[in-house]
């Protein structure tokens, strides 16, 4: 399985941005799959979720302003995992990082390479 973000960038407190996430390969042994972040001198945090049957769930931090939403290919082929983030904070500066959970094999992970959100005036 492979994980490509984009959508990361420079924006103003207040703004918004909208992250992607594409998933490929052997897209269909993996649930759920997540948004996590990293800022410089922090523990990497989820902040949000989402199941293959739409179930989502989303850090305190981050509810009612971060959305999380995914599309499945009709061929299976890939899954797009979108986080719509409005109402940025400075507090949201961080890489943020794709994720997806394997179902075929306990404990494996995948992981985007990260894409840069900076919340800056």
């Known amino acids: 399985v492979q994980l490509v973000e984009s959508g990361g960038g420079l924006v103003q407190p207040g703004g918004s941005l909208r992250l992607a996430c594409v998933a490929s390969g052997r897209v269909l042994s993996i649930n759920p799959m997540a948004w996590y972040r990293q800022s410089p001198g922090k523990e990497r945090e989820l902040v949000a979720t989402?199941?293959?049957?739409?179930?989502?769930?989303?850090?305190?931090s981050v509810k009612g302003r971060f959305t999380i939403s995914r599309e499945d290919a009709n061929d299976d082929a890939k899954i797009t995992v979108n986080l719509q983030m409005n109402s940025l904070k400075p507090e949201d500066t961080a890489v943020y990082y794709c994720n997806a959970e394997s179902i075929l094999y306990e404990g494996t992970e995948y992981w985007g390479q990260g894409t840069q959100v900076t919340v800056s005036s």
């Open positions: 989402i199941t293959r049957r739409g179930s989502t769930n989303y850090a305190d």
